[in-house]
């Protein structure tokens, strides 16, 4: 790992040092700038591979026509693919340098040979003959590489501070270097290009196998990229937060590091099992030593600034981890270790976040999600994590999960995440809801080791916690506003002027902003507008009419807005609302129908019948439902002559108990033929075993169904009579801006006679 810089923009050996010594944290070990012809290249050198001087850089090749700066590494397969075969015809000055090997690959196969490096790295080589340099990449990004390209010339770097610091009127213009690409420029005329070299999406293929050769494959595979990672002339160290990915990466390198140490950062003690609970149970369990890192709130305050300036951002989902790893890492480099695997890259691999949980179920979106995840890391996790280490310790991060080999592979394998592919090939015995079976092919994978080395249960099902929540500096999160502004000081971005915030006087507060973009304007006096996440600038007390979309209202609710009146569901779902509780308080509710007519028109659009029995007319979809299917020529029957079933019956956990399991088996035997069953209930209502049933012996002839339960949803799901919708119906036929802000108008004029 090291750091490199150059161009033709910087105009002095001396604005070319001031820039290199801004990522000097990058490499103590040599470092040195050379100009070609008015072009600068720069190096500060971490040395891991090849320690003697011969590997310091700018490195030449032997006829002095190329030169390269290089930072990253080759792993193994790539060393010995190329090194025999390069040394036999040209003439190598080192013993093993990894950059050597770069550099005479490229003089002999050209930019054709990136596709083949197997690495970290990114590279700048500089061809005096053609005048023309080449900046490259490694194909997921795993160092950071940046550049500003004007009309004068090109600058480019490690990091980005060196060129915000050197082009201050220029902050705004430094660009990334992106991954699986090139970039050439020639100098002569100034244009620059861009060329892709490798595609993920293109590589991946579609795999359908059963889950014992997928887990045997995932094994291997992985064992393979730690072995192939496993190249250093110095000591190798571990992370070892207590999380499956860090817990598996560290039983591999035990099987072939003699003397592995692993380490942990925390804040304070361990209270109750965070990650310095599971890594000593995981250290204990491999038998390996394990320092803890304990940190403090006075300290971290302290490395606040730092932490924005080393990982070059400014979300809090980025800085609250990368402040305790520059403690991590100050600490590694301490002990004497320039080298640390760990665990980044399997989240994105196995899709274990929310987002891809809630969002993308069956498997080729699935796949599609958790390849857009590993194309992104660039930006975020892996970047972060990358720099972190660097400034805090001048260590470098390995990251075995994202060899190449290994990741196309599990990006081609079903996941839990693709809960709701139709799965036969050993999935399905997934228990769904418990989180801790995120990455469940990864787990299962090393869940049968050799038994007298079974790994403990609870770290091969340990809940996925993000490394920010395990060792507990997540409570920085509420300082988002000014990291924002520390980062675009720091980066010489423009600030913003903060307007003064004016005090608004209101009793009313809609709340959940996801449909009430510029709703003010439609009232007549303020309201507070607030999101799901947001804190609010008003007095609680002050609050009488409360209108929502997702959040719950019950006995919470309450204690926060003591003067509550009235509260208005703006959704559909009746569960979100404890009735009694406000009925004890005397507040009333009103339900504004703001999805009445798209999930009404979802039910009647799956229609093929001519006579539907409405379970549920009376309510404000139902009748909606029979409403639509009068006028689109169809007969609302409420006996057994119907061979078309809705379901619009409400259920509530507070009210409507007696409507849990309503449909039983004995419901659909009343009816003369086979029925077609359309439900818009929430999934208490229906028996997933009872439908699966009914749709095997034909009494169903085919189900569509917006919200399934949990419990047995993948025999169903099995079924190609069975129809799933992901609780989209709500979004079949959106209603208008501006019919719906006339609506939650009015129904707040009505609360407000009402109540107040």
């Known amino acids: 790992m090291c750091g490199i810089i150059g161009g033709n923009l910087f105009n002095s050996r001396k604005s070319i040092r001031a820039a290199q010594k801004l990522i000097m944290h990058r490499g103590y070990d040599a470092h040195d700038a050379v100009s070609i012809n008015g072009f600068w290249m720069g190096h500060n050198r971490l040395s891991i591979q090849d320690l003697t001087s011969s590997a310091n850089q700018p490195m030449w090749d032997s006829t002095e026509r190329y030169c390269i700066v290089f930072n990253g590494e080759l792993w193994k397969n790539t060393m010995k693919k190329f090194n025999q075969r390069l040394r036999k015809k040209y003439n190598f000055k080192t013993n093993n340098s990894d950059t050597e090997v770069f550099l005479y690959a490229y003089i002999e196969y050209g930019s054709s040979v990136f596709k083949d490096i197997d690495g970290m790295f990114s590279a700048t080589i500089y061809d005096s ?20 390209h004007k009309y004068e010339g090109i600058a480019f770097s490690s990091e980005m501070k060196s060129l915000t610091e050197t082009f201050t009127d220029s902050a705004t213009e430094v660009s990334i270097v992106e991954p699986s690409h090139y970039y050439e420029y020639d100098l002569c005329t100034g244009h620059l290009s861009k060329q892709r070299y490798y595609n993920i999406e293109e590589s991946v293929p579609t795999s359908d196998e059963k889950l014992s050769v997928v887990t045997k494959k995932i094994k291997t595979l992985l064992d393979k ?5 496993l190249i250093a002339d110095v000591p190798v160290c571990t992370i070892l937060s207590g999380g499956i990915d860090s817990v598996l990466i560290t039983y591999l390198l035990k099987q072939k590091v003699k003397d592995l140490r692993a380490y942990v950062v925390n804040l304070g003690n361990s209270t109750g099992k965070d990650d310095l609970h599971y890594a000593r149970v995981a250290a204990e369990w491999m038998d390996i030593p394990l320092t803890e890192i304990k940190i403090t709130k006075t300290a971290i305050a302290k490395k606040f600034r730092d932490s924005i300036w080393a990982a070059e951002m400014d979300s809090w989902t980025q800085i609250t981890p990368a402040v305790a790893q520059l403690f991590l890492a ?42 857009g995840l590993i194309k ?18 001048t260590v470098e991060l390995r990251t075995p999960f994202l060899d190449k080999e290994f990741a196309k592979y599990a990006l081609s394998v079903v996941t839990i995440d693709a809960k709701h592919h139709k799965h036969t090939n050993g999935f399905t015995d997934i228990d769904w809801q418990n989180k801790s079976h995120m990455k469940y092919p990864l787990r299962k994978a090393f869940a049968g080791l050799i038994k007298s080395e079974d790994m403990p249960e609870e770290l091969l099902f340990r809940k996925k ?3 920010q929540v395990g060792c507990h500096t997540d409570y920085l999160r509420d300082e988002q506003e000014r990291m924002t502004t520390t980062y675009k000081k720091l980066f010489r971005l423009p600030v913003k002027k903060k307007d003064k915030v004016k005090t608004m006087k ?7 902003k996801a449909d009430l973009q510029n709703i003010e304007k439609h009232f007549s006096e303020s309201v507070h507008v607030l999101g799901a996440m947001s804190k609010p600038t008003f007095p609680l007390d002050d609050i009488e009419i409360l209108s929502t979309k997702f959040s719950k209202v019950g ?28 009925d004890d308080k005397g507040i009333k509710v009103y339900k504004l129908n703001q999805y009445t007519e798209s999930c009404a028109q979802w039910c009647v659009d799956k229609v093929k019948g001519s006579k539907v029995f409405v379970v549920g007319a009376r309510g404000n979809i139902g009748s909606e439902v029979k409403r639509l299917l009068i006028e689109a020529g169809k007969t609302p029957v409420a006996d057994h002559r119907a061979d078309t079933i809705i379901s619009c019956i409400p259920y509530d956990k507070h009210d409507y108990k007696k409507n849990e399991n309503f449909f039983k088996k004995g419901f659909f035997d009343k009816f003369n033929q086979p029925v077609t069953f359309i439900s818009i209930s929430r999934s208490p209502t229906h028996n997933n075993l009872d439908i699966y049933d009914k749709l095997v012996k034909g009494r169903i002839i085919e189900a569509h169904i917006d919200t399934v339960g949990s419990a047995d949803r993948d025999k169903l799901l099995s079924l190609d009579n069975f129809h799933y919708y992901e609780h989209t119906s709500w979004k079949h036929k959106p ?13 707040v004029e009505l609360a407000k006679r009402e109540t107040l």
């Open 376 to 393: 992104n890391l660039h930006k975020n996790n892996l970047i972060r994590t990358n720099k972190a280490m660097m400034f805090g310790g």
């Open 465 to 467: 916690e993000t490394f």
């Open 506 to 512: 209101s009793n009313i507060l809609l709340k959940d």
């Open 555 to 582: 006995k919470t609710t309450i204690e926060k807005y003591p003067n509550l009146k009235a509260v208005i569901v703006r959704g559909h779902g009746h569960d979100l609302v404890n009735k009694q509780v406000l």
């Open 735 to 747: 209603m208008p801006q501006d019919e719906f802000a006339k609506l939650l108008v009015d129904t």
């Open 129 to 148: 003959v053609t005048k023309k340099i080449v900046m490259v990449r490694d194909w997921v990004g795993r160092l950071p590489f940046y550049y500003l």
């Open 225 to 229: 990229a730690v072995d192939n990672e």
């Open 330 to 371: 100050d600490k590694i480099h301490e002990d004497g270790y320039k080298v640390v695997f760990g665990g980044e890259g399997a989240d994105e691999l196995f899709g274990s976040y929310g987002n891809i949980q809630k969002m993308y179920f069956k498997q080729d979106t699935n796949r599609e999600a958790r390849i």
